[in-house]
């Protein structure tokens, strides 16, 4: 299999700097150089829970959808998820395929494009501001289009966090 363009939504409201690092650091080592949006806090959505840090990832894989996902469940239950928890609750570790390439339909269990970015802002925005041209292969509007045109009230903000002993949010200019 050739290699895809694959964005990622991770996140994290337990030890939310640890995992999240932890995540990154799996994903280096396993793709390589990773492309980064700015790190948000959001408040919990669908239950009453502490505030989660999200941001999207962009890899390149060569794996299939369904291998790709089960490495993340893996990376998920490394760092205390448990399988079995309730789908609105606490979470040390949220790893979500979001898209690979411009696929759509169900792959191996995994819906592309994942229905998150189109509903949730701490997906949108980061997402928008690392492919702001390219286009969902649903809407067919670039992802930069779809958050100035989202609508839904769901608070976030960008936040401090270094990674590697870089600043990767909030994101340094574009040189």
Do not use: C
């Not at 150089?33 to 806090?41: G, I, K, N, T, W």
């Not at 408040?43 to 790709?68: K, M, R, W």
């Amino acid at each position: 299999m050739t290699e895809a363009s694959v964005f990622l939504s991770l996140g994290s409201n337990v030890y939310r700097e640890q995992h999240i690092t932890a995540a990154l650091d799996a994903l280096a080592n396993e793709f390589g150089e990773l492309v980064m949006s700015s790190v948000y806090e959001s408040e919990a959505v669908g239950f009453d829970g502490e505030p989660f840090l999200n941001l999207v990832v962009g890899i390149q894989s060569a794996l299939p959808v369904a291998e790709l996902s089960v490495l993340l469940k893996q990376w998920e239950a490394d760092n205390g998820r448990h399988p079995g928890a309730p789908r609105f609750s606490a979470r040390t570790l949220d790893l979500d395929i979001l898209t690979v390439d411009s696929l759509v339909g169900t792959f191996d269990g995994v819906e592309l494009p994942r229905g998150e970015i189109l509903r949730n802002a701490f997906v949108l925005l980061p997402l928008s501001e690392v492919a702001p041209d390219q286009k969902h292969p649903v809407a067919g509007k670039s992802y930069a289009r779809l958050w100035q045109e989202y609508t839904r009230d769901q608070r976030l903000w960008p936040v401090p966090f270094r990674w590697q002993g870089r600043q990767i949010s909030p994101r340094p200019p574009q040189e």
